[in-house]
């Protein structure tokens, strides 16, 4: 049996914003076919963490290595690091006036396939998947995300995910500010979407995400760091428990 070739993976990673360190050295490896969770208490770095590997110019990677299936992900910039394949939801997706649902996709897909690709395939492929995800027809005339409530935001996130098919899916917080509903139909778009091929690295402060889609495995992030790593089970006792025990035990300050 051939060693497992990690699909994505990242080392020794420091993050600075604003000349301030706010992550400390992190590293992951994600296999294709598996889910990754990682939680903490506010400030602890998670989002900063996702929007660096993304490429966000205001998250500066300092020092450390990320590859996406064996390709140096740090010398690329933001839009050539997702049409190599990673893909970053959002905490707060923004509202963009004047650009309608309908051409946001058929844009963003077009930069993927490349200027000459063909794109008939767009409006069937769009109608469907709006159908999956129960957004109605309605919205693909409307400015993204403008008025949209939070719960519609993040299904237009899963949407877009959805449509351009990444291989490494990186999801800040998805599930903050839905409803039960909205949460069910965002997850099952998540479930939907993955596969063996693709990982999914969710960031989140709470275990209802993870009731209805099922790491493989959950870490732990404060002050920068992560500091310990478990099955399912890590979530269900965070959310027994708090932080608190975590501080306690391997000395971190929870949102420090």
Do not use: C
């Not at 495995?217 to 404060?222: A, G, I, L, N």
């Amino acid at each position: 049996m051939t060693e497992q070739t990690a699909l994505f993976e990242f080392n020794d990673i420091h993050v600075s914003v604003e000349g301030k360190e706010v992550v400390k050295g992190v590293s992951l490896t994600l296999n294709a076919g598996e889910v990754h969770a990682i939680m903490g208490p506010n400030g602890s770095g998670k989002s900063s963490l996702s929007n660096a590997l993304a490429g966000h110019p205001s998250y500066e990677i300092t020092s450390g290595t990320a590859r996406l299936a064996g390709k140096d992900l740090l010398d690329m910039s933001a839009d050539e690091r997702s049409r190599a394949g990673i893909f970053l939801a959002f905490q707060y997706p923004v509202a963009i006036p004047g650009v309608t649902v309908a051409n946001f996709m058929r844009s963003a897909l077009q930069a993927h396939r490349g200027e000459g690709a063909d794109m008939t395939d767009f409006r069937k492929l769009f109608k469907a998947e709006m159908k999956a995800l129960s957004v109605d027809e309605s919205f693909a005339t409307r400015y993204l995300n403008d008025g949209f409530s939070g719960g519609e935001k993040k299904r237009i996130e899963i949407l877009q995910m959805s449509m351009l098919n990444p291989r490494m899916a990186i999801l800040d917080e998805t599930d903050s500010g839905l409803d039960i509903d909205a949460l069910k139909t965002v997850s099952e778009g998540i479930n939907r979407f993955h596969n063996d091929s693709n990982a999914v690295l969710m960031v989140t402060h709470y275990q209802r995400l993870l009731n209805y889609v099922k790491p493989d495995f959950v870490h732990v992030m404060m002050d920068g760091r992560l500091v310990t790593s478990g099955g399912p089970e890590l979530a269900l006792k965070l959310e027994d428990q708090g932080y608190d025990w975590v501080e306690k035990q391997f000395g971190q300050k929870a949102g420090a």
